[in-house]
Structures are given as C-alpha cells and as structure tokens.
C-alpha cells in the first residue's frame, strides 16, 4: 500500500505530493493535468518500469536534468521508503536507503497495470505483449522476475552470438561450441 508519493520535475509536475488512502483512490481532473502521469510515477518507483515505453528523458521535465521521486509503503506491517532518481542516461533505484534493482523492486511491489497503453501489447509487437505477461508472472510469485531478468540476458547473449556469426566474426563451429 503506497501512503505517500512526492515527485520533482516528473513530467509535467514541477513538484507535488500526494497522499493515498488505504482504501479506495479515485483521481478525478481535466485531461492533460496529470492523472496517468501520476499513475506512471508509481509504476516507475514500484516496478522499475513504465507501462508507457518510455526513454528516461520523456520523464524529465523540459529544461531539467534530473527527475526524482519518492514514497512511503507498507506490505504486511512493514514500512519502506521508495526513491529514485532519473537521469537521461540511467535511473537510480533506492529501497530503504540502500540501492536497488529493478527486479528487486518488482519482486517486492507486484503489479500489472492496463492502461491504454496497453492495446499496444494487441496492436504493435511482441515486446509489449512480452512485457504485459511478464508483469503478470512476477504479480503470482516473486521468483518469476528472476527468471525473467535472466531469461533476457541470455536472449541479449543469443542474440549477439548470432550477430557475430551472420557478420564472419566468429566461426559456425565456435558458434556451435557457444
């Protein structure tokens, strides 16, 4: 349950802090005011990731270098303080103080968001439909996002074993041996 969430230069907020209910939430504005944006905030700090697809710099608001966003949650009687910093090039995940990955995050915070967005999964790629059952398998047990975070590095290794091998930089026969 995420109590509160502060953000600074996040999009189109320069800096806000919101405050959630442990029940129910309805955000209510005019389009454009922030709503998803909001919404997107906490899937980036809980999960690591955007449901938007989204380059670190589109969360930066114009003219800024950085982004940083902050929240306190409770799970089970538990508190943690949620904070990440997003620059263009990298973003910086803190749990309680101390850094984290996104794997880690997804494992301790589940969650499967459906948003427009989301149609993407049906209309575009297979990325997306990859992303939207992978949330969904770490949302049933933990373990599931590491096997995830290593089922991609060993595609990425594949992937650039073959590279090698269609270019003539290595051999078929070391190929075959990798």
Do not use: C, W
Request: proline share 2%; aromatic share 8%.
């Amino acid at each position: 349950m995420i109590q509160s969430l502060y953000l600074k230069q996040f999009r189109n907020f320069s800096e806000a802090v919101a405050r959630f209910s442990p029940k129910v939430n309805i955000l209510l504005g005019d389009n454009g005011q922030g709503k998803t944006n909001l919404l997107e905030a906490l899937s980036i700090l809980t999960t690591g990731t955007s449901f938007r697809y989204a380059d670190n710099e589109n969360f930066i608001q114009r003219e800024k270098s950085e982004s940083f966003l902050k929240a306190k949650a409770s799970i089970q009687g538990l508190d943690y303080d949620l904070q990440l910093s997003i620059l263009k090039s990298r973003k910086s995940h803190l749990l309680n103080g101390k850094k984290t990955t996104a794997t880690e995050l997804s494992k301790k915070f589940p969650a499967v968001v459906f948003s427009p967005e989301s149609l993407g999964a049906i209309k575009e790629g297979a990325d997306q439909r990859r992303q939207l059952v992978d949330d969904l398998l770490t949302s049933f047990h933990p373990r599931n996002a590491d096997l995830i975070s290593d089922f991609r590095k060993t595609l990425k290794t594949r992937n650039k074993v073959l590279k090698n091998y269609l270019s003539g930089d290595v051999s078929r026969n070391e190929t075959e041996n990798l």
